[in-house]
């Protein structure tokens, strides 16, 4: 559990008070009303020291004809990752929506580094034994330097009549300054051996292979061997930046990581009970699968009772990130609930509480990554036939393994109608082909080499017809985007294995299953082996 920030004012005590228990202003009038206001007060000077230390404006004369940026104070409670109270904060931030293209900003699109890269790199790590380090840069955006001609409103509290910041750098809110700052650390980093990788270009790669970068935003994380090689990256970033070093990694991006002696586990627990508190049901009844295998929701019709649209998706938003980072149990589900977002019934509401419910007896659930796994690429893939009952569309999925860990997993409509179930089996093949190649080429780039690797599947039928140019009455429909298949197969670039369909893990992100099926596939992607 990293430290309280070593700046942290020395009257602050760091209790084990939880963060919703103190109110965070929405507005700089509330925090000067709050009773926490001589800790708001200090933030604020905070965050105004380092805008000054880091050279960020000059104050002119307000221009004529030209549009001046707003700006606000945004106040909030830092907590660590066990709810305790760490710090109070205050960033000054641009209101972004008031600047003009062309004038104000250009290119705004800045990269961040995706969850299956992440779990790629944590996978690698533990198949090597090392251990991660996470540094965060202390208000990183004000380190991009800002192109444009921007001029900001002064902050509240330091505001003079006439008087108008220009903007030198960057500052939060601005619609440039994730990109800006990206390339700023990018552009330090490059020339002491590091290289953007192709599959994901907010990971990082030394020459030496031996360490990674891993940028989300102001968070950053290298993956490598305790020694010379990590330290000095560290101290080439404090060099640069004003870096916090917050020790071994814990947390990340909601995530907690625990290391123990047989590996390294992924889970979200603390998050869980914060959506049981959120949507009042701490106390439900919990369940052992998160969808009723027998039973299949169609959308609303007019006799159907009505719930707000906005509390059901509320729920399948909150439900989609735990998908998004640790549980690739609720694939299917919340893919099949989220088609039902717009016009949501009392049946829709009932589903999304099931999956809450079902929450409530896994909540403990992890991803488990143990050390020194031999490397292989295993891919399933696999497809429902139909299931959709407004479209008869197939759902197709995917889950990737590197080793014994789960590093990828995606449940996704298909956008035709298959006509048979080898079809929908063809189909589901070529899109998770697409991610297999995607890993695969992460992969080679990170270990500058090549390991084992296969995509198994279930249907022998769809096998074949990947494997042999056939044409015949039942395939000469399919779209030719879907065939470049068997280009890769005659290649050798992909290697297609049979799999039983008891064995297909996959199965899990294409349908609802019965209990024992359920539970015998989470032992498989969450547990080693």
């Known amino acids: 559990m990293p430290d309280a920030p070593s700046d942290q004012d020395e009257d602050l005590e760091v209790t084990l008070i939880s963060v919703l228990l103190i109110p965070e202003p929405r507005t700089y009038r509330q925090a000067q009303q709050s009773p926490d206001w001589p800790e708001w007060r200090k933030a604020m000077d905070k965050e105004l020291q380092s805008l000054e230390e880091n050279d960020v404006w000059e104050v002119v004369p307000r221009p004529a004809n030209r549009r001046v940026v707003a700006c606000k104070w945004v106040f909030k409670v830092k907590a660590n990752s066990s709810g305790e109270l760490e710090r109070f904060k205050a960033r000054l931030v641009a209101k972004g929506f008031s600047q003009t293209q062309g004038e104000d900003f250009d290119e705004i699109f800045s990269p961040v580094v995706r969850y299956d890269s992440l779990r790629l790199l944590l996978a690698i790590l533990a198949s090597k034994g090392w251990h991660p380090r996470q540094l965060d840069v202390t208000t990183a955006f004000l380190y991009g330097i800002l192109k444009e001609e921007v001029y900001m409103h002064l902050p509240e509290g330091s505001r003079k009549d006439g008087m108008v910041a220009r903007l030198k750098r960057c500052i939060y809110g601005l619609k440039q300054s994730p990109r800006e700052w990206y390339f700023r650390l990018v552009e330090h980093l490059?020339?002491?051996?590091?290289a953007i990788t192709v599959f994901d270009p907010c990971v990082l790669v030394h020459s030496t292979g031996e360490l990674f970068i891993a940028v989300y935003v102001d968070d950053i994380t290298l993956f490598g061997e305790s020694?010379?090689?990590?330290?000095?990256?560290?101290?080439?970033?404090?060099?640069?930046?004003?870096?916090?070093?917050?020790?071994?990694?814990?947390?990340?991006?909601?995530?907690?990581?625990?290391?123990?002696?047989?590996?390294?586990?992924?889970?979200?627990s603390s998050y869980i009970d914060k959506l049981l508190d959120r949507f009042s049901m701490q106390n439900c009844n919990p369940i052992s699968t998160p969808v009723d295998a027998n039973h299949r929701l169609t959308k609303a019709c007019d006799e159907d009772s009505r719930v707000d649209a906005n509390a059901y998706q509320q729920i399948i938003g909150s439900l989609m990130y735990l998908v998004t980072a640790t549980r690739p149990d609720l694939a299917y589900t919340i893919a099949h609930l989220s088609q039902f977002n717009s016009d949501p019934t009392t049946a829709h509401m009932a589903a999304a509480k099931r999956v809450i419910r079902y929450l409530q007896a896994t909540k403990e659930r992890k991803l488990f990554y143990p050390w020194r796994s031999p490397l292989q690429l295993d891919g399933y893939s696999d497809s429902s036939y139909a299931n959709c009952l407004d479209t008869r569309r197939s759902f197709s999925g995917y889950v990737f393994k590197l080793g014994d860990s789960t590093i990828s997993w995606r449940c996704r409509k298909q956008k035709s109608v298959a006509t048979s179930t080898c079809e929908a089996e063809?189909?589901?093949?070529?899109?998770?082909?697409?991610?297999?190649?995607?890993?695969?080429?992460?992969?080679?780039?990170?270990?500058?080499?090549?390991?084992?690797?296969?995509?198994?599947?279930?249907?022998?039928?769809?096998?074949?017809?990947?494997?042999?140019p056939k044409i015949n009455d039942r395939s000469k429909h399919i779209d030719v985007a879907y065939h470049?298949?068997?280009?890769?197969?005659?290649?050798?670039t992909v290697t297609l294995l049979h799999v039983a369909g008891t064995e297909n893990i996959a199965d899990i992100c294409t349908k609802g299953l019965p209990r024992p099926i359920h539970e015998y596939l989470c032992t498989k992607i969450f547990d080693a082996k």
């Open 190 to 194: 490059i020339p002491y051996g590091f």
């Open 227 to 268: 020694g010379s090689l990590l330290d000095s990256t560290i101290a080439l970033l404090k060099s640069e930046f004003k870096v916090n070093d917050m020790g071994p990694l814990h947390w990340l991006l909601g995530i907690q990581i625990d290391f123990n002696d047989a590996g390294i586990t992924l889970s979200q």
């Open 426 to 468: 063809y189909m589901a093949i070529s899109n998770a082909t697409k991610h297999y190649l995607w890993t695969h080429r992460g992969i080679k780039e990170l270990l500058k080499n090549d390991i084992p690797n296969a995509l198994h599947v279930d249907s022998l039928s769809a096998l074949d017809l990947a494997s042999n």
């Open 484 to 492: 470049f298949i068997r280009e890769l197969v005659e290649a050798g």
